[in-house]
């Protein structure tokens, strides 16, 4: 039986694909591998353990269904975090319901419960403040969330997953500040950003201990001839895109009035 | 405040000859006499909490906000501080070979950090400072890998909560404000790498640490729990409480409070 999977295929330099080693894969992943955005496809139970798949953008399928439009101005913002914050509570809920993958120390279980307990509280509290300033109707639903997918069960893909939804947020938060006109907002937006890029290079040393992989070239890019030095920051029409392209996110987010300067 | 003459008035000379053990070198200025720690360490980096909390609220709306130059030569001294730190540290021996590589990576965004300020700053960028990172002797960071580290640390986190802090300043210049956020988050994955190698958490459990006390300023009001005045508190006790909440937000720290911190080491 064919059923939607997540796996995530690395792609090397060139654009050829790799399918042996895991540790290269994790070293560029990023939601924009190859700058084309994950792609997706079934492949059989068979294969599920074994093979690394690819996600293809195109190819993913959404139920028709819940969509959002995020609205405009500050509040669209706040929507845009809300949504992220909602999908990466909802993944590290998973994690913990099925009691951590295989082979979980006491060192990454507790990493993991505080990722939860963190964007827990980043979701309710951008939900609390929302419904304080948005009119009703103009906050996000609870979004239609889909892991069946993935293999809790296995470290790295668990922990890939989670690097994945980590720079993610960084390179979102980072790309939405200047997008912000109320600087309460840009504040709280500044105080979380910088605990997700704590979260990311957690994991990325969990994934590749003791080295450079906290805050790897791979993941940087250079500004200004500076050097790799510097985070992403990525539009969110970028963002939702390869959200929306790894099948985790069902719920169409509508983007047509965000701000874009 | 000249802090060089201040800490020469130390009279404890034996202190300075005390082998020097894992534990940092400030933990045992306080076990030889607790009113020593509180004179020997310049009071600008006690914790001065209230002060922190009241201007960490006002922080959007403070009468007093810095121009983008200034915000730019301040982010500028502190990426001085920290590259000029590091390059020390490499050269000096005291980073074990496995730990090569990171501080190097660290060293090598420091650098970049500070290419980046002065071209921003376009001429405008004011002269680099000099620094004395043993205060005179008081520490031994590039002996003592523990002291490096806390020191570290220390730099590391107070970078984030900096920039953070400066955030609001930069808000009419979309530019300059997004590359000091894309500084500023790496800056935190610094500190959590850094923080985790001394086997603390990579995120910061309200105002503790496992430094020095005497670098308290460091985490000053990091036990905050109010985010757009909505008291977090009480709120999560099924998803880890307090400690969770005041985790999951760093909080800014003003100009003149970062300036206390890393200026002691500013020599000229």
Redesign the interface.
């Known amino acids: 039986m064919k059923k939607p999977v997540f796996n995530v295929e690395f792609l090397d330099r060139n654009g050829e694909l790799k399918g042996n080693s895991r540790r290269s894969f994790l070293k560029n992943t990023g939601l924009l591998v190859a700058g084309t955005g994950l792609f997706m496809y079934s492949c059989s139970d068979d294969e599920l353990n074994e093979e690394l798949l690819v996600a293809d953008a195109h190819a993913a399928t959404k139920r028709a269904g819940q969509s959002f439009n995020l609205g405009k101005g500050d509040i669209a913002i706040l929507n845009y975090a809300y949504v992220l914050e909602q999908l990466e509570a909802a993944f590290y809920e998973k994690v913990l319901e099925g009691e951590y993958y295989k082979g979980a120390n006491a060192e990454e279980r507790g990493i993991l419960q505080d990722l939860y307990y963190h964007e827990v509280i980043h979701r309710e509290f951008l939900k609390t403040a929302l419904n304080s300033v948005a009119p009703p109707g103009k906050v996000a639903p609870d979004l239609i969330l889909n892991f069946s997918g993935v293999d809790f069960d296995d470290r790295e893909t668990v922990l890939t997953i989670a690097q994945i939804l980590e720079d993610t947020g960084v390179s979102a938060y980072n790309g939405a500040g200047n997008l912000l006109e109320n600087p309460e907002y840009l504040l709280v937006a500044g105080k979380i950003v910088s605990v997700e890029a704590r979260h990311a290079a957690a994991i990325r040393d969990l994934l590749d201990p003791g080295t450079t992989n906290f805050a790897s070239p791979d993941i940087l890019v250079n500004l200004l001839g500076t050097g790799p030095a510097y985070d992403k920051a990525l539009d969110p029409n970028v963002v939702l895109s390869a959200v929306a392209a790894t099948g985790f996110l069902e719920t169409k987010i509508i983007t047509n009035n965000i701000p874009t300067e | 405040m000249n802090i060089i003459k201040f800490l020469e008035n130390l009279s404890d000379p034996g202190l300075l000859n005390t082998p020097i053990s894992r534990r940092s070198s400030l933990i045992d200025l306080k076990n030889k006499g607790k009113d020593l720690a509180l004179v020997s360490i310049p009071f600008a980096l006690a914790a001065t909490s209230s002060k922190t909390k009241a201007a960490t609220m006002s922080?959007?709306s403070a009468a007093f906000q810095a121009s983008v130059n200034e915000v730019l030569n301040f982010a500028l001294t502190l990426e001085y501080l920290e590259r000029d730190f590091y390059e020390e540290g490499l050269d000096s021996g005291v980073i074990p070979q496995?730990?090569r590589?990171?501080f190097g990576?660290?060293y090598?965004?420091e650098?970049?950090?500070v290419?980046?300020l002065k071209?921003a700053l376009d001429g405008n960028d004011r002269p680099r400072p000099t620094f004395d990172f043993t205060l005179g002797g008081a520490l031994n960071p590039f002996e003592d890998y523990a002291v490096f580290l806390e020191l570290s640390q220390a730099f590391e986190d107070t970078g984030?909560r900096a920039?953070?802090g400066q955030?609001?300043a930069l808000?009419d210049n979309?530019?300059l404000?997004?590359?000091a956020?894309?500084?500023?988050?790496?800056?935190?994955?610094?500190?959590?790498?850094i923080r985790?190698m001394r086997g603390e958490?990579?995120?910061i459990t309200r105002n503790e640490t496992t430094i020095p006390s005497s670098f308290s300023a460091v985490y000053a009001g990091e036990e905050n729990t109010v985010?757009?005045g909505?008291d977090?508190a009480g709120?999560?006790n099924n998803?880890?409480g307090v400690d969770?909440?005041t985790?999951?937000?760093?909080?800014?720290l003003t100009m003149a409070e970062v300036n206390a911190i890393a200026g002691i080491f500013i020599t000229s």
Do not use: C
């Not at chain 2, 956020?181 to 500190?191: C, G, M, N, T």
């Not at chain 2, 985790?247 to 800014?252: M, S, T």
């Open positions: 922080m959007a496995a730990d590589d990171i990576l660290i090598d965004h650098v970049s950090h290419e980046i071209a984030v920039y953070k955030a609001g808000i979309n530019t404000l997004e590359y956020l894309q500084i500023h988050s790496v800056e935190a994955r610094h500190a959590s790498q985790r958490k990579g995120w985010q757009l909505i977090l709120r999560f998803f880890g969770a909440v985790e999951a937000f760093d909080e800014p």
